[in-house]
T-cell receptor, first 116, second 112 residues
Framework: GAVVSQHPSWVICKSGTSVKIECRSL??????MFWYRQFPKQSLMLMAT?????????EQGVEKDKFLINHASLTLSTLTVTSAHPEDSSFYIC????????????FGAGTRLSVL | QKEVEQDPGPLSVPEGAIVSLNCTYS??????FMWYRQYSRKGPELLMY????GNKEDGRFTAQVDKSSKYISLFIRDSQPSDSATYLC????????????FGIGTKLQVIP
């Protein structure tokens, strides 16, 4: 199956710093990547959709300036949490969809962010 | 009404039991249906996907879609403790980017 690699798996940072999370599709080209946030005992909440070479589309209520998304190539998307605060502590998961109109999303292992 | 409804459980079964996990959906335009398995503190792992109605079998897992009742099911035969996880049903929305709507997930515990 298609493999999506996400790094880091766990990051602890001080309040006010920025954190970058990488998402890579290892064996396929991902024209579209998605970023989710998941709180304990809750389902996945879509934050934004990114297409290679264009600006990300953010879901309602998600701050564009807080969560910067870059999809510079067909295999890499990054999420940067800027000026992180304790309320940003969460589990962030990326997924990638194959090009060619496929409907299946393949997920990374997730990144646990803890902001002190 | 949520687009995809799923009982969050938890569901506890003894090892070897047949497990039935279910979801309902509201939009009759949905065509693809997926089941993901998510272990604690990990990303979701695609288990199976089906298109339209019918059954699909893969080892101990069977996915079933009934479009007439907007009902999707995942059956696990001979359940194992390693099957203990949260199972999410999902379906892509209509629209250009094929965003996926997930159920809340059913937490399954298989007791040895």
């Amino acid at each position: 199956g298609a493999v999506v690699s996400q790094h880091p798996s766990w990051v602890i940072c001080k309040s006010g710093t920025s954190v970058k999370i990488e998402c890579r599709s290892l064996d396929f080209q991902a024209t579209t990547m998605f970023w989710y946030r998941q709180f304990p005992k809750q389902s996945l909440m879509l934050m934004a959709t990114s297409n290679e070479g264009s600006k990300a589309t953010y879901e309602q209520g998600v701050e564009k300036d807080k969560f910067l998304i870059n999809h510079a190539s067909l295999t890499l998307s990054t999420l940067t949490v800027t000026s992180a605060h304790p309320e940003d502590s969460s589990f962030y998961i990326c997924s990638a969809r194959e090009g060619g109109g496929g409907n299946i999303q393949y997920f990374g292992a997730g990144t646990r962010l803890s902001v002190l | 009404q949520k687009e995809v409804e799923q009982d969050p459980g938890p569901l506890s079964v003894p090892e070897g039991a047949i497990v039935s996990l279910n979801c309902t959906y509201s939009n009759s335009a949905f065509q693809y249906f997926m089941w993901y398995r998510q272990y604690s503190r990990k990303g979701p792992e695609l288990l199976m996907y089906t298109y339209s109605s019918g059954n699909k079998e893969d080892g101990r897992f069977t996915a079933q879609v009934d479009k007439s009742s907007k009902y999707i099911s995942l059956f696990i035969r001979d359940s194992q403790p390693s099957d203990s996880a949260t199972y999410l049903c999902a379906t892509p929305n209509s629209g250009g980017y094929q965003k996926v709507t997930f159920g809340i997930g059913t937490k399954l515990q298989v007791i040895p």
